[in-house]
């Protein structure tokens, strides 16, 4: 006997299709707090998209023993000097691992141990990052099209938003003179 899976992946943008799925947005009004400059990020449209993420099955969240599947596609964009990214998160439950496979776009994966050191990895078509336990995540879009990931990850992982919201990364990514540098938090 042979079974259809019901979601699909689309290599060439990440978009997922099929059902059970869901999806999600953040926009500008929805990232206040998380920028350095608080005026460039009221001068934007408070409506527009900085990301978009696709969960397939996410009924499975919380589900101990099983993973889930989704796609965050991050559009290009600055707030002064800061890259569109993602809020970027703790796992609830801290021995918790992750995969994210870049599909389109370019960009960095941020990542912050429980010490607060920071460091990144960039990300291209095809890379893939592995997201060690106990480290904060958060991905920004340094290019000039969408930036698409793959993630994969515990279904009983949770996400702790608390941590990064109120303290941040101890670096943030900035572009300057063009390049994406990682800038220590005073
Ligand atoms: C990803 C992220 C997704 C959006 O699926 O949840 O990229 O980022 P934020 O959750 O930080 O807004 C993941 O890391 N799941 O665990
Ligand atoms: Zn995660």
Known sequence: MTAQSKIKVDFATGNLSGHP?????????D?????????????LHPKQVVYRVQIADAARQGEEGGLLLGTTFI????VGDEYFMTKGHFHRHRNRGEY??????TGALILMDET???????????S????PFNTAHRVA???ESVLAFLACWPSDAGHDYEVIASRGFSG????INGVATLIEEP
Do not use: C, W
């Open 116 to 126: 607060r050191r920071t460091a990144f990895e960039t990300m291209s078509p095809g």
């Open 31 to 43: 990232m206040k707090g998380y920028y350095l400059d608080e005026r460039a990020r009221q001068s």
């Open 100 to 105: 994210y496979i870049t599909v389109a776009g």
């Open 75 to 78: 559009e290009p964009g600055l």
């Open 172 to 175: 943030r990514l900035r572009k």
């Open 128 to 131: 893939v990052h592995y997201i």
């Open 141 to 143: 879009n340094t290019g």
């Open 21 to 29: 799925l869901e999806q999600s947005v953040r926009t500008i009004s």
